[in-house]
C-alpha cells in the first residue's frame, strides 16, 4: 500500500570514512565495467566562495567614470565586521582575492572532497570591487562590461594561484569564473531568484513580499529573461570545461534550469542537482508562471536531491500535476527518461566549528554576558530579518509564555539578534521593533528588561559567547532549508550547559534532529510551553538529548554530505538511469537503404507516432502531411504499409479507410487489414475470451471510486483510463488496480498482461500484441530488404523487440549471413491455419537495413536503434521517403 505520508525515524549516523569507502568500491565497480571515470567533481554555484578587487585595469574597453575619492582614516570608524574579515590574497599588479563570506555549509562541504577527487567550483564572479570606499562608505563597484579580455584573463589567473587555507588538498580545486553582464546578473539574483523563486519557495507569493515594485504591477515574470540569460551562460561555461567521466553537480535554485541546458550540449553528462532550499507543495508550485520551464530544466538531471522526504514529495507530485509526467520505480519517468529523485540533510563542518569555539575571543565574552545576566535564564535567537524566520511569531510566544507563566517575570531574558536581510523590510523591522517595545513596557521595570533585540550583524566570537551562555536556543522559522545556527548551538553546548533546543517543525534539518522539541510556529500557546519545558528540564534530560543531537550534528557533516552527493550520484552513472543516448534517425543512411530495396516494409503506431497524443482520443485526427505521406508510400508497389495501433477498427476506418493499399493491424495485434482488403481478420475467434466479463467487473469498481475515469471495450481487449482523473490519485488507483488484476485475475485467465499504457491499465489476451504482428508481417514477407518501425510508448517496444534479431546482429553485420525466422504465434492463430505446415523462412532482410525508431526523448529508455523527437519529424521522414519513390516512378 503506497504512504502519503512522510517516514518518522531515528536517523542513522552516518560516519564519513563508511561512506568514503563505498565511494571507492563504487567507482572500482564502474570502471571494471568499462565506464570511464575522470575523478573529477564539477561543483556549479551561483557564486564562486571568493571575491575579486581590481586594482589597475586595463586601459582598452569602455571607460568606466573614476572611483569616488575615499574620506580621511580618520573619519572612518572600524566596522566590527571588518575586524573579523577574512585575510585576502597580496594585491597583484592588478588583483587581490579574498574569501567571500556565506554559504559556510556548502563550501566547506565541498572543499572536503579535495582530499579524494579534484575538482572544479564554478560560479558567477561576483560584483567586482575596488580597493576604496565612496562616500557612503561602501565599496565602488567595476562594471563587467568595462573590463578588457586582458583583465578577464588575469582575474582566472590570480584565481587559480588564491590559496585557501580550509583546503585539504589545495592542488586538487580550481575556480572557473562566470562571467555575467551587471545587469544580467543583478536581474538574476537580485530580481527572479530573490523575489520570484525565493518567496515562492517559502510558501509566500513575489507581488506580497516584493520590496522594489508596486505590488499591484509586479509580475514573476519580470525578471525571467535574466534568469533564463544567466543559466546558460553557466551551462556554457560547464559544456567547455567538461571532461568524459566528469561528475556535475549543481546547486541550488539559482541554477535550476542549468541541468537541462547541459544535458543539449552533454547529453551522456552525469548530472545531478541538490535543492537548499524547501520546496513547496505542488498547489503552491502550480502558481508560478514558468512552473513548467522551472521542472523541465531540473528534471534535465540524472539526479535530483532535496533535503527532507516531504521537499521530493512535493517535487514529484508539481511534476505529475503540473507537467503530467508519471512516477516511476525509480524517479519521475520524462517521456523515458527517468530522473531520480532522493533526500539527504546538509551538515555543517563540526570540527571548524568546535575548533572556533576554543578561538581566545570567546571566553571573555562568555563570562561578561553570564555576569550580565546572572540569576536570569538566557533564551536566544539568531535569524536574518526575514518574514520567513519566524521571528515576530516567537516574540509573541514569548510574550504568551510570560503570561501563562508569571514566575518567569523578572527571571527570563531573550535575547534576539536579526541580522540584516539581502533585501530590507522595513514593515517587518518596525513590527519587530514595536512588539519589543510592547513586552517590554508589559513585562519589563526599571531593574528588568525581558526582550533584547539587536539588528546587526555579531561577529564570531560573540556568536559563538551567546550560544554557549543559553540556557535555551529558539530556532523558529515559518519555512526554511538548512538552519546552521542549531547545529551550531548543539556543539556550543557541549562544553557549556548542554541547554535544551526548540526547533520549528518546518525547517529542513527537524527530521534529522528528533532530539529537539520541535514545534508548529504559528502554535503560539505550544511555543510557550515549550519554552517554559526547556527552561525547567532536569539535567539528566538535558544531557541525553544534547548527547543524541551532538552525534547526529558531528557525524553527519557538511564533509558527509558531500561524500555523499558523490556516492549518490556515481550511483546513476552505468545505471538505467544513465540509458545509452539512442543516436538520431540517420536520414541519408536510411534514404540510401530504401532506394535501392527491392521490397520495402513500413509498420507505424499512430497515437503518439503519426499524431500527437491529445487528452481526448476521439481529437487524435491524421494531419494533411501525414495523409499525404501515407498516400505517397502506398502508391509506390515495392512498398507495404501497415498502421499497427491499439486503436479499434471502427476509428482506423473513420480517418484511414480511404487508403485502400494501407494495410492496418487494430487493438494491438488483435484485427488486421491486409492492404487492399475490405474486410477484418479476427484473431482471436479461437481464443477464449470470457475473462473481460471479470475484468470488467474489477475495472467499473475502481471507475466508481476514481472520478474522471472511464473505460474503452474493444473486441479483444479491455482498458480503463485515468487521463482525466487527480494524476496522483489515478496512478495511486492504476497501480492497485494493476496489482488485483495481477493477483487474482492474471495467472487464472488466458490474458497476456495487464500493461500500464500512458495514463490507461489494458488487459488484452495471449498471443495477442504489436510484436507478433510484426512478427507475422514479416513472416508473410521475406522478401523485403527494408524494414522501418516506428511507435512512441510501451506497447511499441514489442514491435522493437521483434524486429532486434540479437543472435542475428554479429553474423548479419559484416558476412551478410541470412536471418533465418521461426513461425510466429500468431500465424497459427486462424483457424484455416492450424493445420498447415509452417516451416522457418529464410529472411531476405539485414540487420543494417532494419530502421526501428522510438519517438521522444534521446535517453529515453527503448529497443529501437534510433529515435527522432516528435510525431512531426517521422512524417517529415515519411514524406522524404515517398517523395523518393514519386521520382523514381
Not at 553557466?234 to 541541468?259: C, K, M, N, S, T
Not at 529523485?341 to 551538515?347: E, L, R, S, W
Not at 536566544?380 to 518567569?408: N, S, T
Amino acid at each position: 500500500m503506497d504512504s502519503f505520508h512522510e517516514p518518522r525515524r531515528t536517523p542513522d549516523y552516518i560516519h564519513l570514512d563508511d561512506v568514503r569507502a563505498a565511494v571507492l568500491q563504487r567507482e572500482a565497480d564502474i570502471r571494471a565495467k568499462g565506464v570511464p571515470l575522470s575523478g573529477r567533481v564539477l561543483h556549479v554555484c551561483h557564486y564562486l566562495p571568493v571575491t575579486a578587487t581590481l586594482h589597475s585595469p586595463s586601459k582598452s574597453g569602455i571607460i568606466s567614470p573614476p572611483a569616488t575619492p575615499p574620506l580621511q582614516g580618520s573619519e572612518i570608524p572600524p566596522s566590527p565586521s571588518e575586524q573579523n574579515a577574512p585575510a585576502s590574497s597580496e594585491p597583484t599588479a592588478k588583483w587581490s582575492i579574498s574569501t567571500r563570506q556565506g554559504h559556510a555549509a556548502m563550501i566547506s562541504g565541498i572543499r572536503s572532497l579535495s582530499a579524494s577527487h579534484e575538482q572544479l567550483i564554478i560560479g558567477w564572479t561576483g560584483d567586482i570591487l575596488r580597493p576604496h570606499a565612496t562616500s557612503s562608505g561602501e565599496r565602488a563597484k567595476v562594471p563587467t562590461n568595462s573590463l578588457a579580455e586582458e583583465d578577464r584573463a588575469s582575474l582566472a589567473d590570480a584565481i587559480a594561484e588564491y590559496d585557501c587555507d580550509e583546503l585539504e588538498d589545495k592542488g586538487k580545486t580550481k575556480y572557473v569564473p562566470v562571467w555575467l553582464d551587471d545587469k544580467v546578473a543583478h536581474g538574476h539574483y537580485d530580481g527572479y531568484c530573490k523575489e520570484t523563486l525565493w518567496p515562492l519557495f517559502h510558501y509566500l507569493l513575489w507581488q506580497d513580499v516584493s520590496p522594489s515594485h508596486n505590488s499591484s504591477s509586479f509580475s514573476a515574470d519580470t525578471y525571467w529573461a535574466p534568469y533564463e540569460q544567466a543559466n546558460a551562460a553557466f551551462a556554457r561555461v560547464i559544456a567547455e570545461v567538461y571532461q568524459p567521466g566528469d561528475l556535475i553537480w549543481v546547486h541550488d535554485y539559482h541554477l535550476l534550469l542549468v541541468p537541462k541546458l547541459v544535458r543539449a550540449h552533454v547529453p551522456d553528462a552525469a548530472i545531478g542537482l541538490f535543492v537548499h532550499t524547501p520546496f513547496p507543495s505542488s498547489e503552491v508550485f502550480r502558481c508560478l508562471p514558468r512552473r513548467k520551464e522551472i521542472l523541465d530544466g531540473m528534471l534535465g538531471a540524472n539526479l535530483v536531491v532535496f533535503q527532507t522526504y516531504s521537499y521530493s514529495r512535493h517535487f514529484m507530485s508539481s511534476c505529475v500535476r503540473v507537467c503530467g509526467y508519471e512516477v516511476a520505480p525509480r524517479g519521475i519517468d520524462v517521456e523515458g527518461h527517468v530522473t531520480s529523485i532522493k533526500h539527504t540533510p546538509v551538515g555543517i563542518d563540526a570540527e571548524r566549528v568546535a575548533r572556533d569555539i576554543l578561538r581566545p575571543g570567546v571566553q571573555p565574552k562568555l563570562e561578561s554576558l553570564l555576569r550580565l545576566y546572572a540569576g536570569k535564564k538566557i533564551i536566544i535567537g539568531r535569524d536574518k530579518l526575514d518574514v520567513v524566520k519566524g521571528i515576530v511569531q516567537k516574540l509573541r510566544a514569548f510574550e504568551k509564555m510570560l503570561h501563562d507563566y508569571p514566575e518567569w517575570i523578572g527571571k527570563v531574558v531573550l535575547i534576539q539578534v536579526t541580522s540584516p536581510a539581502l533585501n530590507d523590510s522595513p514593515k517587518l523591522e518596525r513590527q519587530v521593533s514595536e512588539l519589543v517595545s510592547q513586552i517590554n513596557g508589559e513585562y519589563g521595570g526599571l531593574d528588568f528588561i525581558p526582550v533584547h533585540h539587536y539588528h546587526q550583524t555579531i561577529k564570531k566570537d560573540e556568536f559563538y559567547a551567546l550560544l554557549s551562555a543559553a540556557d535555551l536556543g529558539v530556532i523558529t522559522p515559518l519555512r526554511d532549508g538548512m538552519n546552521t545556527t542549531s547545529m551550531e548551538f548543539v556543539i556550543a553546548q557541549g562544553r557549556s550547559k548542554k541547554s535544551p533546543l526548540i526547533l520549528s517543525e518546518f525547517m529542513g534539518i527537524s527530521s534529522n534532529m528528533s532530539d529537539a522539541m520541535q514545534i508548529n510556529p504559528w502554535n503560539l500557546g505550544d511555543m510557550a510551553a515549550a519554552m517554559h519545558r526547556g527552561l525547567t528540564m532536569s539535567e539528566e534530560e538535558k544531557a541525553g538529548r544534547h548527547a543524541r543531537l551532538h552525534d547526529v550534528v558531528t557525524t553527519h557533516t557538511s564533509h558527509t554530505w558531500a561524500m555523499m552527493l558523490v556516492k549518490m550520484l556515481l550511483g546513476q552513472v552505468g545505471s538505467s538511469n544513465m540509458a545509452r543516448q539512442t543516436p538520431v534517425l540517420p536520414t541519408e543512411h536510411m534514404l540510401s537503404s530504401y532506394k535501392s530495396a527491392k521490397r520495402r516494409l513500413f509498420m507505424l503506431d499512430y497515437d503518439g507516432t503519426l499524431a500527437p497524443i491529445v487528452k481526448t482520443p476521439s481529437m487524435a485526427i491524421p494531419t494533411e502531411d501525414t495523409l499525404r505521406a501515407l498516400e505517397k508510400l502506398t502508391a509506390d508497389p515495392l512498398n507495404l504499409v501497415y498502421i499497427v495501433s491499439g486503436r479499434d477498427a471502427a476509428f482506423l476506418e473513420q480517418h484511414l479507410g480511404h487508403l485502400k493499399r494501407l494495410g492496418m493491424s487494430a487493438e494491438h495485434g488483435g484485427f488486421m487489414r491486409e492492404p487492399g482488403a475490405e474486410t477484418w481478420t479476427n484473431f482471436t475467434e479461437s481464443l477464449d475470451m470470457s475473462w473481460m466479463a471479470e475484468v470488467l467487473e474489477v475495472f467499473k469498481y475502481y471507475t466508481e471510486r476514481t472520478t474522471g475515469s472511464h473505460i474503452e471495450v474493444k473486441k479483444s481487449s479491455i482498458t480503463w483510463h485515468y487521463r482525466a482523473a487527480d494524476p496522483e490519485w489515478g496512478q495511486f488507483q492504476c497501480r492497485q488496480c494493476q496489482d488485483l488484476l495481477e493477483n487474482n485475475v492474471a495467472h487464472k485467465r488466458p490474458i497476456e498482461a495487464v500493461m500500464v499504457g500512458k495514463k490507461n491499465l489494458e488487459v488484452r489476451p495471449l498471443a495477442v500484441n504489436k510484436g507478433e504482428i510484426v512478427k507475422r508481417i514479416l513472416y508473410k514477407n521475406p522478401d523485403a530488404e527494408f524494414v522501418f518501425c516506428a511507435g512512441d510508448d510501451k506497447t511499441d517496444e514489442d514491435m522493437f523487440r521483434a524486429l532486434a534479431f540479437p543472435d542475428a546482429d554479429e553474423a548479419a553485420g559484416s558476412s551478410g549471413a541470412p536471418i533465418m525466422m521461426q513461425p510466429p504465434v500468431s500465424v497459427s492463430l486462424l483457424a484455416t491455419e492450424k493445420a498447415a505446415a509452417h516451416p522457418p523462412v529464410q529472411l531476405a532482410l539485414r540487420v543494417a537495413d532494419v530502421f526501428t525508431t522510438a519517438v521522444g526523448h534521446a535517453t529515453k529508455r527503448t529497443l529501437a536503434k534510433w529515435h527522432v523527437t516528435s510525431p512531426g519529424e517521422v512524417v517529415e521522414e515519411l514524406l522524404a521517403l515517398g517523395g523518393a519513390s514519386e521520382a523514381k516512378l
